[in-house]
């Protein structure tokens, strides 16, 4: 059983930061492969990023690289997001995934079967 938990999500104007968090109840953090995900209203799903078991590789969209980034901290089985230069697109709700599949990281939601509750992020113009 793998339980995600997102927070850190709230209304930020646009060129703001923000961090979100995603704090995983699993028994080796360390085995799974991270992702966050996004839905805007009216739109589908995108993926964002995502980070291999161990951290060493990494994958971002191409709407969001150079302006966020992806960490983990396998000690404290948590996910981070960095959200730098935000954008009013930015504005979605923000998934925390997991997968135990192994082989790189993977950037296609039907690919996670553990995702949190999401948590919202709105950037104001």
């Known amino acids: 059983q793998v339980q995600l938990v997102e927070s850190g999500g709230r209304l930020v104007q646009a060129g703001g930061s923000l961090r979100l968090s995603c704090a995983a109840s699993?028994?080796?953090?360390?085995?799974?492969?991270m992702g966050w995900f996004r839905q805007a209203p009216g739109k589908e799903r995108e993926f964002v990023a995502a980070?291999?078991?161990?951290?060493?590789?990494?994958s971002l969209a191409d709407s969001v690289r150079g302006r966020f980034t992806i960490s983990r901290d396998n000690a404290e089985n948590t996910l981070y997001l960095q959200m730098n230069s935000l954008k009013p697109e930015d504005t979605a709700v923000y998934y925390c995934?997991?997968?135990?599949?192994?082989?790189?990281?993977?950037?296609?939601?039907?690919?996670?079967?553990?995702w949190g509750q999401g948590t919202q992020v709105t950037v104001s113009s």
């Open positions: 699993v028994r080796t953090f360390s085995s799974y492969t």
């Open positions: 980070i291999s078991g161990r951290g060493y590789t990494t």
């Open positions: 995934t997991a997968t135990s599949l192994s082989g790189g990281v993977r950037v296609k939601d039907d690919q996670y079967p553990y």
